[in-house]
């Protein structure tokens, strides 16, 4: 059974930078897309970032693009998301995710098939 189990939430004042990492158990390759979604209050679930099964590719929403970095140890099995430059917008619950097998809309959360439980990032201005 695949799980990820996401780390590095926090509080943060508005400027400062957070590393969120998901570590995937339950899997003999890491040949996956990984990805990243928010979700804020009242608000739906949101794509962040994704990354190729090698990390040679990665896409951004365009809310974060040039303020987050996600990357990938494949020998470890986790995938992280560098937060520079938070703001109080970003605030979120921060969810891992990987499909069950190939995907092409990398932005599309329908497309993943395993969910982790979610780290809470609070950015205070």
């Known amino acids: 059974q695949v799980q990820l189990v996401e780390s590095g939430g926090g509080l943060v004042q508005a400027g400062g930078s957070l590393r969120l990492s998901c570590v995937v158990s339950?899997?003999?390759?890491?040949?996956?897309?990984m990805g990243w979604f928010r979700q804020a209050p009242g608000k739906e679930r949101e794509f962040v970032a994704a990354?190729?099964?090698?990390?040679?590719?990665?896409a951004y929403a365009d809310s974060v693009k040039g303020r987050f970095t996600i990357s990938r140890d494949n020998a470890k099995n986790t995938v992280y998301l560098q937060m520079n430059s938070l703001k109080p917008e970003d605030t979120a619950v921060y969810y891992c995710?990987?499909?069950?097998?190939?995907?092409?809309?990398?932005?599309?959360?329908?497309?993943?098939?395993?969910w982790g439980r979610g780290t809470q990032v609070t950015v205070s201005s």
């Open positions: 995710s990987t499909p069950s097998g190939y995907i092409t809309n990398w932005s599309r959360q329908e497309e993943y098939d395993y």
């Open positions: 339950g899997r003999t390759r890491s040949s996956y897309t």
């Open positions: 990354i190729s099964p090698s990390g040679g590719s990665t």
